[in-house]
């Protein structure tokens, strides 16, 4: 299977925290994604980094990616009560047809 | 303005019977996806759709059959519906020339088979 696997499963951090949450993956990819998803919702994007990046930043997002070991990094600065959520990577596979999941990180973030 | 609409949001029925959700997106965008996501949260594509034409279908039992009627609408038809069907179902698109923007979520289908 292709699907990726991220570490922690659940993670829960105090407000102002920085939380990490990685992810690993099986093959080659274009590009590697990050989604969130809020209980009862579907996934929102957040920010996609190119197989040939290293490292992306979007507001209190800082994405790294190393595809010599396969994994990629996701670090949330300054965590707020309202980023409580499950987030998940996702990889194209090479193919760009469809995106591959991870099995998520369920952060909890309280005040 | 909703990008991508799923409807209906909750659906229950008993097993056997034969059930319908229906997905459109206003974004102009190409392809369009239905994704299973079952009770450990693990997301599985079923079913890709570009421009009308079937371009991915994994591993589903053929009791599911997707219908394009246009690159703004994907549907997905669920025949005898089973016990293990109960899942939240996801609706996606995403844009060919803007692959950065990732794919836009339907906020999903909840469906209960009892």
């Known amino acids: 299977s292709q699907q990726g696997e991220e570490d922690p499963q659940a993670l829960s951090i105090q407000e102002g925290e920085n939380a990490t949450m990685n992810c690993s993956y099986k093959?080659?990819?274009?590009?590697l994604q990050w989604y969130r998803q809020n209980s009862g919702r579907g996934l929102v994007h957040l920010i996609l980094?190119?197989?040939?990046?290293r490292e992306k930043h979007s507001g209190r997002l800082r994405v790294t990616l190393d595809t010599s070991k396969k994994s990629s990094s996701l670090l949330i600065t300054a965590s707020r009560a309202a980023d409580t959520a499950s987030y998940f990577c996702?990889?194209?596979?090479?193919?760009?047809?469809?995106?591959?999941f991870g099995t998520g990180t369920q952060l909890k973030v309280e005040l | 303005d909703t990008a991508v609409s799923q409807t209906p949001k909750y659906l229950v029925t008993q097993m056997g019977n034969d059930k319908s959700i229906k997905c459109e997106q206003n974004?102009?965008?190409?392809?369009m996806y239905w994704y299973k996501q079952d009770s450990k949260k693990f997301l599985k594509i079923m079913f890709s759709?570009?421009?009308?034409?079937?371009?991915i279908n994994e591993t589903v039992p053929n009791r599911f059959s997707p219908k394009s009627p246009d690159k703004a609408h994907l549907n997905l038809h669920i025949n005898s519906l089973e016990l293990g069907d109960s899942a939240v179902y996801f609706c996606?698109?995403?844009?060919?020339?803007?692959?950065?923007?990732?794919?836009?979520f339907g906020s999903g289908t909840r469906l209960t088979v009892v």
């Open positions: 974004l102009g965008h190409d392809t």
């Open positions: 093959t080659s990819i274009n590009n």
């Open positions: 980094i190119r197989s040939n990046e």
């Open positions: 759709y570009n421009n009308k034409e079937l371009i």
């Open positions: 996702a990889t194209d596979g090479g193919g760009g047809n469809k995106l591959t």
């Open positions: 996606a698109s995403s844009s060919n020339q803007l692959v950065n923007y990732g794919y836009t």
